[in-house]
T-cell receptor
């Protein structure tokens, strides 16, 4: 099993839709989790950090399920500008080497 | 935005030539990383540093070396570039080894 698994997509959704991505991780010692977004031909940028059961920032909600070892990212009221690749990154406690998933591609269309 | 720059931003070189990429930060972050990103592979860690003169290998370190003589600079060297090293290279920094901030990337083409 890969350390981090994400559905590559693409997820094609209309503007205004709600969309959710899951990310599964294999290292049960993972204690902190991060979602990054990466626009085409650009660098990844931190979207959200998750240190406990979840986090919410505006239209974005991240939830952590430790028992099943997955984290999810929910985007409400999708905007065209949300089109990007979303990278899931768990980090084990004591490690300073984050493990990147390959990302999930989101395309929001008019 | 975090103060992190990469140079050069684009480079075309020939097989067998040495290439050095530079990552410079103004944030005084302890950790620095070099990644390469290729279609179908996502971000793969090449080397990382946890302090001045303290570096270690990542998952794809063959053919690459690094140096960090100052907190703010992390250099990636391809001793003898090969076509398989054509890629986009990202530098990242982290204060405590958790959230990372990425540079704008260097697009390297080896002919």
């Amino acid at each position: 099993r890969k350390e981090v698994e994400q559905d590559p997509g693409p997820f094609n959704v209309p503007e205004g839709a709600t969309v959710a991505f899951n990310c599964t991780y294999s290292n049960s010692a993972s204690q902190s989790f991060f979602w990054y977004r990466q626009d085409c031909r650009k660098e990844p940028k931190l979207l959200m950090s998750v240190y406990s059961s979840g986090n919410e920032d505006g239209r974005f909600t991240a939830q952590l399920n430790r028992a099943s070892q997955y984290i999810s990212l929910l985007i409400r009221d999708s905007k065209l500008s949300d089109s990007a690749t979303y990278l899931c990154v768990p980090r084990a406690g004591g490690s300073y080497i984050p493990t990147f998933g390959r990302g999930t591609s989101l395309i929001v269309h008019p | 935005d975090a103060g992190i720059t990469q140079s050069p931003r684009h480079k075309v070189t020939e097989t067998g030539t040495p290439v050095t990429l530079r990552c410079h930060q103004t944030e005084n972050h302890r950790y620095m990383y070099w990644y390469r990103q290729d279609p179908g592979h996502g971000l793969r860690l090449i080397h990382y540093s946890y302090g001045v003169k303290d570096t270690d290998k990542g998952e794809v370190s063959d053919g690459y070396s690094v140096s960090r003589s100052k907190t703010e600079d992390f250099l990636l060297t391809l001793e003898s570039a090969t076509s398989s090293q054509t890629s986009v290279y990202f530098c990242a920094i982290s204060l405590a080894g958790d959230e990372q901030f990425f540079g704008p990337g260097t697009r390297l083409t080896v002919l």
